[in-house]
Each structure stands twice: as structure tokens, then as C-alpha cells.
């Protein structure tokens, strides 16, 4: 059962900003946002759009036709939109993926904010990742934006993916080196890491048991350990991390540090960073007791 939202006036001149996506009836974005806009003291509202891939087009001529303010898209749109707009910011078009659509005038931008985030999240929990060696596990989008955050950092990139022809394509692209994802492979490479993040969905409910191949003990004290995986929080990899007394960060960070980052370029107001955070939490708490 979910809750009813509070109430909130709307009027003639309230502004729609959202997100688009398909399956996204489990974003933690509309509660996240309007909490934010709520305390900007903002007369906006932020909705997702369940929009199957065939409809994108019509989606993205009636953003232009309503005017919407803001949107953000997210599984399966984010490379699918690249044609429908005007213009890519330098980091979408790197990462050839789209998470944030905003007007700059009359032109209809596509912008990445995932990356940014993911930097944003590391900052927060103290680690500067510049010039380290980091070892990313996963080639799929969310594996993009931390491979293209970290090789702008001149990080030293290794890149292990269950399908390793995913990986010898990512690693190409931000000069980064493939390496198979086993415990006999990685063996050598893990003494000498700075850092390490689970960019595979292994370990997100229901399959909270499932973690990617690790040698904790061989990890250096110093070492930090990222999961992008927010459901749940404390997922395995971070479990067994902390376990051997590794820094570890989890995927909320990065989540609310891009959902801050677009809704900068939306309204051109400092995100509320702690009431995002509380938000996004209060909607995972409530998923957790409504399932
Ligand atoms: P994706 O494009 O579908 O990629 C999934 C990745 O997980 C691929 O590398 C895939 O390997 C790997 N994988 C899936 N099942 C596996 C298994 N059983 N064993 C080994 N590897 C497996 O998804 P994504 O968008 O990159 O998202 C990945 C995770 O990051 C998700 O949990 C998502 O919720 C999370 N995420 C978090 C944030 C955040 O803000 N914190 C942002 C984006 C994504 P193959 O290539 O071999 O299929």
C-alpha cells in the first residue's frame, strides 16, 4: 500500500519536472525531488512517467510541446533519447548515455549527471580519488559513468565484467585495462588496488546473498570499497568490506548527489542536500515495510 503524498497547492503556475522510465514505478526520484522542491519553497511537482520505448518519441515531443521544465530518464531511455534532443553536454556525449534533460533557451539539452555524482559521493565520504588505481566491477551504464568519472580523474582503471567482451569495450574507451572477473585473475591485482566498485546488480534484492568475487584479506588497510547497489543499503560486498575493516560508501551518495546535480541545472538553486538524503532513505524504510 503506498501512502498518500501531502497535501500541496497546485495552481496555474505550477512547474512539471519528472522522470521517464520502464519499468518506474520503483524510483526513488519523485520522492527525493518534490521533498527538495517542497523546501526550496518551489511551486513545482515532480512525477514519473511509466513510457514504454516505442512511446519515447511522443514522450519527448510533448516534454517540447508542454514545456516541461525537467526530466530525468533512466532504464531503458538513457542512450535511445540521444537522437530526440538539440544538444549533448561534453559528459553525455562521452558517457553516450543521457540522465538529465534541461532548456538551455529554445535548445533541449541532454546532460550526465551520474558521473559527477559518483565523485560528489566518494568526496563526501573523504577519498580523493585522483591518480588512483581503482578496479570496476561491471560494464553495463552505471559501470560507464564510473569508469568516464574516474578517467578524468587519471585514475589507473581496471575493468572486470561477467561478459568480458562488455569489458574490452569499455576499457577501450576510457584506457582502461579488461580483466577476467574470477578469484584467479583479480588475485594478483588486488594487493596493489586504492580503490573498488561493484558496479554489477549482484547483491541487490531479492539475490542479497550474491556478491562479486573478492579477496578481502588481500585488499590494502587502506583501500576503500564503493557499491553502487541501494537496495538494500548494506549489501553483502559492503558486509563482508567493512568486515575486514575496509572505508566503504554506499549507492545512496551517488543517487541523491546526481538527483542534486540535475535539480541545479532545473532550477538553478542549491540542492537541499540533507533533505534529499532523508527522503530518499524515508522511501526505502517504507518499500522495506511495505513488501
Ligand atoms: P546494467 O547496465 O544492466 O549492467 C548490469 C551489470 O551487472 C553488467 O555488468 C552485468 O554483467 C552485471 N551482472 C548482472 N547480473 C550478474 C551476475 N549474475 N553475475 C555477474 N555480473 C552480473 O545495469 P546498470 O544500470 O549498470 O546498474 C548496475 C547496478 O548499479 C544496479 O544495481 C543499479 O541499481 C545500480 N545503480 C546505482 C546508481 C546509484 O546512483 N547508486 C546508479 C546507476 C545504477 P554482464 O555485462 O555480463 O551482463
Redesign the pocket.
Known sequence: MHEPSPHRQLDAHTQLAGVLGYPVRHSLSPAMHNAALRALGLNWVYLAFEVPPETLPQAIAGMRGLRIQGLNLT?PHKEAVIPLLDHLTDAAQQMGAVNTLFWEGERLVGDNT?AE??LR?LHEAGIEPAGQTVLI?????????VAYALHKQECRLWIA???PE??AVLAQAFQATPIA?TPDALRPLIPQLDGIV???????TP?TD?S?PMDWEALPDTAWACD????PLHTRFLQDAQKRGIRTI?????????GALALERWTGQPAPMAVMRQAAMQALVSEGKNQ
Open positions: 532504464i551520474d555524482g559518483f559521493a566491477l561491471g560494464a553495463g551504464g552505471a559501470a560507464r559513468a565484467n561477467r561478459t562488455r569489458a572477473m561493484n558496479c554489477t546488480s549482484l547483491g541487490m539475490n550474491s562479486p553502487l547497489v541501494y537496495r554506499d549507492g545512496l551518495g551517488m543517487l541523491i548527489h546526481q
